[in-house]
C-alpha cells in the first residue's frame, strides 16, 4: 500500500469541524496531513503517492454504528466478525459497537476480551463490544460491568430483552455510572407485548395479528428517565419508535437529563403498511409503526431530540425468514444500506445533510466516548470517499454481510462508498472485493 494518500478536489464535509469546502486532503503515516485547496499538488508528484480523483465526490468522517449485531459467537452461519466488520467497512462505518446478545452473551470479561482480540486480528474496522446489563440477559443479576469496561466494553445493554424490575434497572444505572458508562435499554413492557408480531393499529386488525401498542415502549421509556435523573446516570434508548418516547425524550433533555437515543434507518422509511402482504422481512423489533411515528421521527432526528442513527443491523438466515410472520425473526440487515437510504431524506428535504453526518459520526461516538472521526490536520485517518450521485439497484446477494434478509431489495438508490480508510489503511474500495490480497499499483487514479 502506498505511504501517502491524495485525495484531489474533493467536497470535504465535516460539520464537527465547520467544514464544507472543495479541497485537498493529504493523507500519511495513518493522520491526516494538510487539507486545503491545492495543498496535495506536491504530495501527488511523489511517488509514493496513491492518488484519489474522483470529480463530485464528498470526502466524509468515517461512520459510526452504536448498534450492531454480529452474530458471533453462536451464530455464525448468520454473520460473523468478519464478514461483519466488511459489511461495516462497504458500508463507510469505522467503529461498530457489537450488542451482547450472542451464545453466549457477552456478560463476562472473557468474552468481551474475545471480541476485541478477534476483530483487533481482522485488521479492517474497529470493534467495541457492548456488554450485558444482567447475566445471561435474564433480567435479574447484575454482570460485573468493571471487568467488561477494562476488557474494552463501551456500554451495556440487554438489547433484545427488556430490563423490566424498576429494581435491577436502578441499581443497573448506578453500578454504570460508576464506570461512566451509558446504560442502553430496548424499551419494552414485554406484559404488553407477549405474542405481538406488529404494531398495534389498523393493519395488525386486518391482518388477524396481535398487536404491539406505543405505550409499552413509553411507559419503560418514561420510568427509566425518571431513575436515570433519580441516580445520576448515562441513559440511552436503543431503537426509538413512537411519538410518545420522543415527547417523552425532549422534556426530559429540557430538564437537563442525561438521555440520549437513537433511530434506525427503517423506523424513519417504512411504516407497518410495509407488513400488508406478511412480508417477514419487515418483521423487526419494536414493529414499524404508523406514519405519525415516521414523521415525528424524523423530525426529533432533524432537531436534536434524537441523537444519532444507528442501523440496528440485524442478519438472520433464509430459515429465519421464510416462515410464517408468527415464526420469522425479527430483524433486518443494515450496515451497507444505511448512508444510501437515508441520503434519500437528504434530498427530498426532511433532514439536512449536515445533520445526518452529524448523526452517524461525531454524536454517536460521544454517546459511547470514543475519539470522533473527524476531518482536521493531525487527526487519525478514518474517512469516506462517497460518490452522491451514483444511482444503483440494491441486491442482497452482491453485499459483504452473510445474510440477505432487507425489504429494500429491488429498490434503487443513490449514493454510494467508494473507499472507506480506517485509521489510513484503505479498508473498502468499491469494485476490489479483497484488499489484502487484490493486486495495487502505487500510484492509481480512481
Not at 85 to 112: H, Q, Y
Not at 233 to 253: D, F, N, P, Q
Not at 281 to 292: F, I, S, T
Not at 315 to 321: A, E, F, I, T, W
Request: charge should be negative; charged fraction near 25%.
Amino acid at each position: 500500500m502506498s505511504d501517502v494518500l491524495v485525495f484531489r478536489g474533493v467536497r470535504a464535509i465535516d460539520p464537527a469541524s465547520a467544514l464544507d469546502a472543495e479541497v485537498d486532503v493529504v493523507v500519511e503515516r495513518g493522520r491526516i496531513l494538510r487539507i486545503g485547496p491545492g495543498v496535495g499538488g506536491d504530495a501527488a508528484a511523489s511517488e509514493r503517492a496513491r492518488v484519489v480523483q474522483r470529480p463530485g465526490a464528498w470526502l466524509l468522517p468515517g461512520l459510526v454504528d452504536l448498534h450492531a449485531h454480529l452474530r458471533e459467537p453462536g451464530a455464525e452461519g448468520k454473520e460473523d466478525i468478519a464478514s461483519g466488520l466488511r459489511a461495516a467497512a462497504a458500508g463507510g462505518f469505522v467503529d461498530v459497537c457489537a450488542m451482547p446478545n450472542t451464545r453466549p452473551v457477552n456478560d463476562s470479561r472473557v468474552v468481551t476480551e474475545t471480541l476485541v482480540a478477534k476483530a483487533r486480528d481482522l485488521a479492517t474496522v474497529r470493534l467495541h463490544p457492548i456488554g450485558a446489563i444482567t447475566m445471561g440477559q435474564r433480567g435479574e443479576q447484575l454482570t460485573e460491568m468493571a471487568d467488561m469496561r477494562a476488557a474494552g466494553a463501551v456500554a451495556v445493554s440487554d438489547d433484545g430483552r427488556c430490563v423490566t424490575n424498576s429494581q435491577v434497572m436502578r441499581r443497573a444505572l448506578e453500578y454504570a455510572a460508576t464506570f461512566d458508562l451509558p446504560v442502553i435499554q430496548h424499551a419494552e413492557d414485554h406484559a404488553l407485548t407477549e405474542g405481538a408480531q406488529m404494531h398495534e393499529g389498523a393493519i395488525s386488525t386486518k391482518l388477524g395479528l396481535r398487536g404491539w401498542p406505543r405505550i409499552a415502549e413509553d411507559i419503560i421509556v418514561a420510568r427509566d428517565v425518571l431513575l436515570a435523573e433519580y441516580v445520576g446516570a448515562r441513559y440511552h434508548v436503543a431503537h426509538v419508535s413512537t411519538e410518545g418516547a420522543v415527547r417523552i425524550l425532549r422534556e426530559a433533555k429540557a430538564r437537563g437529563i442525561a438521555v440520549t437515543a437513537e433511530v434506525t434507518p427503517h423506523h424513519l422509511l417504512l411504516t407497518h403498511e410495509s407488513l400488508l402482504g406478511y412480508d417477514t422481512a419487515c418483521k423487526v423489533n419494536p414493529p414499524l409503526r404508523e406514519a405519525r411515528d415516521v414523521e415525528t421521527l424524523r423530525r426529533a432526528l432533524a432537531d436534536g431530540t434524537i441523537d444519532c442513527v444507528a442501523t440496528d443491523h440485524a442478519p438472520h438466515g433464509v430459515l429465519d425468514k421464510n416462515v410464517e410472520l408468527a415464526e420469522a425473526a425479527p430483524g433486518m440487515i443494515g450496515l451497507e444500506l444505511c448512508l444510501p437510504l437515508l441520503l434519500g431524506l437528504v434530498r427530498e428535504g426532511s433532514l439536512p445533510l449536515s445533520r445526518l453526518i452529524d448523526a452517524l459520526t461525531a454524536a454517536p461516538a460521544r454517546i459511547v466516548g470514543l475519539e470522533p472521526p473527524r476531518l482536521r490536520e493531525g487527526a487519525s485517518a478514518d474517512l469516506i470517499l462517497v460518490d452522491p450521485t451514483l444511482s444503483w439497484t440494491i441486491d442482497p446477494t452482491r453485499l459483504r454481510t452473510k445474510s440477505r434478509n432487507t425489504p429494500f431489495a429491488g429498490r434503487t438508490v443513490q449514493g454510494r462508498v467508494a473507499m472507506t480508510v480506517c485509521g489510513g489503511r484503505i479498508v473498502h474500495e468499491e469494485g476490489i472485493e479483497d484488499l489484502h490480497h487484490a493486486p495495487r499499483s502505487a500510484h492509481r487514479t480512481l
